[in-house]
């Protein structure tokens, strides 16, 4: 069981926490909890503050207001290396001059730590990570992969409540950044230690991570699990952050039944969403729509099976093809503009026994009301 689904008390509490730099709000009013044993992501574009947050919980950056508790104690005056976190960064920062056991066992040392307890947590940390039986190779003949996991054996020999990771696969290849992923999330189960990863790799986090924050211009946008930020963002920002998605602009034109039917007049058209809350009669709203979840059918083909209930439905021409591998995405032009091209995704594995659509080829695109998200903002 995870932290997340034990509910447990949070092991780190941000409170209106601030920081700037000059003229920008780095980190702007930001308040989080962080559950004792979960895998958190801090999540957002380049520059949208995440670093910084992470800085201020390992104490490299002090706040300008706010607060952060970690463990039930507040940190504020605490420095660095006496707060109960480590932090891996995003360079494999290991020292080319020690062995890898002696990088290893540099982390207790510095935490406290004799020689003797030093050097067998060290073995237990590179066990962790793999690296069982390199404690005497130097660090400049092992790959990046293997020299990244010396920096985590580092952070993790010193037993820290909360382990930060800020942008740690970013420097590795795809194919070794993916492995590394799987092996965070075993090691985060192994050691039960509260991981906080910083990346702008919405894949990266929704693939680790419990729950992830999605940040934008210092501020926290959504708190969520991976799969609730993509099935209910909280905003435009958050729907086009994590993976890809149609806007639909309109003004709510009737409310009931739990839905909403929006007339949305850059495509020409009246859309119905389910799921709506609150009073929005009359109010403009966008709908989000998934491309998974648009089907893409010849005008006179039966609408197919996977899409039942209200269906939405739209007519035009393919413009653009995507062929991704498992699936294709067409971009279909409905009507002029940026909202008038809606994007439709098909597994590939479904194209049969119709042939793949092509730039030209008039489709009708399908989708129910469930499918689509009503965002105020
Ligand atoms: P990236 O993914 O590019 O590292 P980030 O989301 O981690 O971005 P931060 O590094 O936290 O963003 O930076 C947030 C904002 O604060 C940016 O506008 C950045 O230029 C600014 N900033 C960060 N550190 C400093 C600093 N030491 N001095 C001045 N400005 C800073």
Not at 34 to 63: N, Q, V, Y
Not at 301 to 308: C, H, S, T, W, Y
Request: charge should be positive; include cysteine.
């Amino acid at each position: 069981m995870t932290g997340a689904e034990a509910g447990g008390a949070p092991i780190v509490r941000v409170e209106r926490l601030r920081k700037r730099f000059g003229g920008t709000a780095a980190v702007d009013d930001v308040s989080l909890e962080i559950r004792a044993g979960e895998f958190f992501a801090l999540l957002g574009p380049s520059g949208c503050g995440k670093s910084t947050l992470l800085r201020l919980l390992a104490g490299l950056e002090h706040p300008d207001s706010g607060s952060i508790a970690i463990d039930g104690r507040d940190m504020a005056g605490v420095p660095a290396n006496r707060r109960p976190v480590n932090m891996v960064f995003q360079s494999y920062a290991v020292f080319p001059h020690m062995s890898v056991l002696d990088n290893a066992a540099y982390g207790p040392r510095v935490g406290g730590a004799g020689r003797a307890e030093a050097r067998a947590r060290a073995e237990e940390a590179l066990e962790l990570v793999n690296l069982a039986g390199y404690g005497s190779r130097s660090p400049d003949r092992l790959s990046g992969g293997e020299r990244q996991r010396v920096a985590l054996a580092r952070a993790l020999a010193r037993r820290p409540r909360v382990l930060l990771l800020d942008e740690p696969l970013s420097a590795l290849d795809a194919r070794l950044r993916e492995r590394m992923r799987l092996e965070l999330v075993r090691l985060r189960e192994t050691v039960g230690i509260t991981f906080v990863i910083v990346t702008h790799d919405q894949e990266e986090a929704l693939s680790m991570a419990d729950r992830a924050a999605v940040m934008n211009e210092g501020r926290i946008r959504q708190t969520a699990p991976p799969a609730e930020l993509y099935e209910h963002p909280a905003d435009r920002f958050v729907a086009g952050f994590i993976g890809s998605v149609n806007l639909f602009s309109g003004i709510v034109r009737a409310v009931g039944d739990g839905g909403v039917a929006v007339d949305a007049p850059a495509i020409g058209a009246r859309i119905e969403a389910a799921g709506a809350r609150g009073p929005l009669l009359g109010r403009p709203v966008w709908i989000a729509v998934r491309p998974e979840k648009i089907a893409i059918a010849r005008p006179g083909d039966a609408p197919p099976e996977r899409a039942p209930g209200r269906r939405n439905r739209l007519s035009g021409a393919v413009e653009e093809v995507s062929y991704l591998g498992g699936v294709s995405v067409y971009g279909v032009r409905v009507a002029e503009g940026a909202e008038g091209l809606v994007r439709a995704a098909r597994a590939n594995a479904e194209r049969a026994p119709s042939r793949p659509f092509a730039r030209g080829d008039r489709v009708t695109l399908h989708w129910p009301a469930e499918a689509g998200a009503v965002l105020e903002s």
